[in-house]
């Protein structure tokens, strides 16, 4: 099994209301250093064999995002958490 | 300026309908080497000074990420686009 | 053309930061008076020939919500815009 | 205690990719008559007091949408949950 992460994300001159709202948000908290937050998707494909780059481009052109407002990368994962870490 | 990213995804133990969906309509576009899709949030938070990955953590647990049902990771991110990239 | 209108929203008694979020930078807008935001999803499904409540909560059940921890509520849609609305 | 529901939907010309996904993947089901599937947000405001569908406005237009590419609708909720259901 092999992981690709698709991020997306709404073109930096789209407004992010949900990103907003976090950010007007952190004074309650006492956070006064956050110039902005962004909120987009992180969607995680695992391929049953090699993963394949091109192919989760074509998913995320046609499934996953909206060219016209979001960006999108993808990129190769971390392995899944099933995978042995110990050894 | 400084970014800190705040990956949330559903527990894996979590059904994911919305992944489910994307998934279920691979084959369609002839992709059939997909074993699961699972649509989580990425953050990105701007500093406007260091990035501060304690007050990252602190702003996912309140107001990012529900513990009971999700789970987050928070690190420093690549620099943001408006970096100057040349030379 | 008729449509059928799905409310996904978290069971109440799972926390919702997103919603925790809004509510929390209300003050900063003046507004004083707000118990809770919650936010939720709504799908708008157009069905060509008769709306079938039947199969859109089939639907719904497989493909838009995680009965675990949302509820659903399926209705039938006012009319799509589309539809003529002069006299 | 009284609820506003305000719902966001992208504008009609603005792709839906995550509905689209919903969509392609119907005929898997066996479902052939829907033509379409868009995904919105559906969030809900319990005010202390009177409900106050100005107010919520402004909310929406400051938190909870982005006009550009999405159209929001305000109007006074159903009854909460918690109202007294019984004679």
Do not use: C, H, W
Not at 15 to 41: H, K, M, T, Y
Not at 43 to 68: S, Y
């Amino acid at each position: 099994m092999a992981r690709v992460v698709v991020d997306v994300m709404l073109k930096p001159e789209i407004l992010d209301p949900q990103g907003q709202a976090v950010a007007n948000a952190l004074p309650r908290l006492g956070v006064s250093d956050v110039a902005s937050v962004r909120i987009g998707r992180r969607i995680e494909i695992e391929f049953t064999g090699e993963p394949d780059l091109d192919r989760a481009r074509e998913i995320a052109d046609k499934l996953l995002a909206n060219p016209v407002i979001e960006d999108y990368e993808v990129r190769l994962g971390e392995q899944p958490e099933s995978a042995d870490k110990s050894s």
